[in-house]
């Protein structure tokens, strides 16, 4: 976001580590209002004492996104504190290290599609009337590259993956009339906490290659910085050498 964004109140779910902690540190340094949510309680709390020590103040509420009382506590209290959301990022996402197709079990499955699908949705029903309300605003979302380039990340994933951008195509069609943009990113290899999770560890000099979560940070202050005139549905994000 550029300068003229300085004030604009900002939510960012899945804000307690990797790419959703870069780009709420980066919105706070813009001169965002930013509320950090997510389930880890004391990730957010550190996250907020770094922002603090370097003059960029925010707000943390801990929420769980797949539960909709959490979600909508998460959008009260915001409106109430700020009085309206210009910007909602869903940066929530998880795999399994036993993701194969005949490793998933039902309540794996559901699993990952509550945590990477369901909870946007949730945040999405939420958010949608108070933007309405305000005469517009942005939703991104954070998908994968893997939409794309199908790989060996699970078809639990995969899935859930593919559904967010029928979430996210089908919200900015629906509420274009009322000034809601939405956008949604595929990052592809990123060096984070969710790599921890696959079945066998990624070899150092790939990761040494690979996006950094400041990268995707970067990318949602170019789309939030353009005005509501523009919108980017899809952006994608890979490293150059792999």
């Given at each position: 976001?550029?300068?003229?964004d300085?004030g604009?109140i900002?939510v960012?779910v899945g804000?307690s580590?990797?790419?959703?902690?870069a780009i709420?540190?980066?919105?706070?340094a813009?001169?965002?209002?930013?509320?950090?949510?997510?389930?880890r309680?004391?990730?957010l709390?550190?996250?907020?004492?770094?922002?603090?020590?370097?003059?960029?103040?925010?707000?943390i509420?801990p929420?769980?996104t797949?539960?909709?009382?959490?979600?909508e506590r998460?959008?009260?209290?915001?409106?109430?504190?700020f009085g309206r959301?210009?910007?909602?990022?869903?940066?929530?996402?998880t795999?399994?290290?036993?993701r194969?197709?005949d490793a998933?079990?039902?309540d794996?499955w559901?699993?990952m599609?509550s945590t990477n699908l369901t909870?946007a949705?949730?945040?999405?029903?939420?958010?949608?009337?108070?933007?309405?309300?305000?005469?517009?605003?942005l939703?991104?979302y954070?998908?994968?590259g893997?939409?794309?380039?199908p790989d060996v990340?699970?078809?639990?994933?995969?899935?859930?993956?593919h559904?967010?951008t029928g979430?996210?195509?089908?919200t900015?069609?629906?509420?274009?009339a009322?000034?809601?943009?939405?956008?949604?990113?595929?990052p592809g290899l990123c060096?984070?906490?969710?790599?921890?999770?696959r079945?066998?560890?990624?070899?150092?000099d790939?990761l040494?290659?690979?996006?950094q979560?400041?990268d995707i940070?970067d990318a949602v202050l170019f789309v939030?910085?353009?005005p509501a005139?523009?919108?980017?549905?899809?952006?994608?994000?890979f490293p150059?050498r792999?």
């Amino acid at each position: 976001m550029n300068s003229s964004d300085t004030g604009k109140i900002a939510v960012v779910v899945g804000a307690s580590s990797g790419m959703g902690r870069a780009i709420a540190a980066a919105l706070a340094a813009t001169g965002a209002h930013v509320v950090a949510a997510a389930r880890r309680e004391t990730a957010l709390r550190e996250l907020q004492q770094e922002a603090e020590s370097n003059g960029h103040p925010l707000e943390i509420i801990p929420v769980d996104t797949t539960v909709q009382g959490d979600v909508e506590r998460l959008i009260e209290e915001t409106v109430a504190k700020f009085g309206r959301i210009d910007l909602l990022v869903y940066a929530t996402g998880t795999n399994i290290p036993d993701r194969s197709l005949d490793a998933l079990s039902p309540d794996t499955w559901e699993m990952m599609l509550s945590t990477n699908l369901t909870g946007a949705f949730l945040c999405t029903r939420a958010v949608v009337p108070v933007m309405r309300e305000g005469g517009g605003g942005l939703i991104v979302y954070l998908s994968t590259g893997a939409v794309q380039m199908p790989d060996v990340s699970g078809v639990a994933y995969q899935a859930s993956k593919h559904g967010l951008t029928g979430l996210a195509h089908g919200t900015r069609v629906e509420e274009k009339a009322n000034g809601i943009r939405t956008t949604i990113i595929f990052p592809g290899l990123c060096d984070t906490e969710i790599l921890d999770k696959r079945p066998t560890p990624t070899p150092r000099d790939i990761l040494d290659q690979a996006l950094q979560p400041q990268d995707i940070a970067d990318a949602v202050l170019f789309v939030a910085g353009l005005p509501a005139r523009a919108v980017v549905p899809e952006l994608q994000l890979f490293p150059s050498r792999l």
